[in-house]
């Protein structure tokens, strides 16, 4: 029996609020930082789930074409441009992992295939990049002293979140549909029940890169 949590998925939509209201609360501190786009962020994914979760109809075409082509895509190369062009200062980086992304929709538009599930093969090339930028991060920050006052470093939240709700939930996507067939049901429930909430730490992180992080460009 496949289980949903429905209570634990109104809780992550709630968490992803929080993280939002608190950034926006935090606006005049980030105004003239790159870390403006960060509030305009959760505010565009808070807004999208709760359309998303509770008023399906409101979209003019299907909520899984929605998320595959802007929903996700707009996550991953928000995180490129905040991990490999600002954060790592690394512009080439960021266009190469961009560019590498996108071309992963090149198959699916060649082929003509309907889209029955967002998690694809472009999900998991999203993913991988991802990984790579987060380890990079880290070692950025294990090769500064700035890791000894980490409480203050607003990417060591966005980081530890990240692992958590993008890294940690990547082998469910990359084999979720074989996680639905009998009898590997259980393991995706409990696979699940991670994800929800790892992804209600992760927009918690968040809120906390907004009120213990510094805010300086």
Not at 6 to 17: K, Q, S
Not at 145 to 153: A, P, Q, S, V, W
């Amino acid at each position: 029996m496949i289980k949903y949590y429905p209570v634990l998925n109104d809780i992550m939509l709630g968490a992803e609020f929080i993280a939002a209201v608190v950034a926006l609360v935090h606006w005049a501190k980030v105004n003239n930082t790159y870390w403006i786009w960060f509030v305009f962020y959760l505010w565009i994914i808070a807004l999208q789930d709760l359309y998303g979760n509770y008023f399906p109809s409101l979209f003019p075409f299907r909520k899984q074409d929605y998320y595959a082509y802007f929903g996700i895509p707009v996550q991953y190369l928000f995180f490129y441009w905040l991990y490999a062009y600002k954060s790592l200062r690394k512009k080439q980086l960021f266009f190469f992992c961009a560019i590498l992304y996108l071309s992963s929709f090149v198959p699916l538009r060649i082929l003509n295939q309907k889209i029955a599930t967002l998690y694809s093969i472009n999900l998991d090339i999203g993913s991988i990049i991802l990984i790579l930028l987060v380890i990079l991060e880290f070692l950025k920050q294990i090769k500064n002293d700035n890791i000894l006052r980490f409480k203050e470093n607003k990417m060591f939240y966005i980081n530890a979140g990240v692992i958590l709700g993008y890294i940690g939930t990547f082998p469910f996507f990359a084999f979720y549909q074989e996680l639905l067939k009998e009898p590997y049901i259980p393991i995706w429930n409990i696979y699940y029940l991670y994800f929800l909430l790892s992804n209600i730490i992760m927009y918690l992180l968040f809120a906390l890169s907004f009120i213990c992080g510094k805010h300086q460009s």
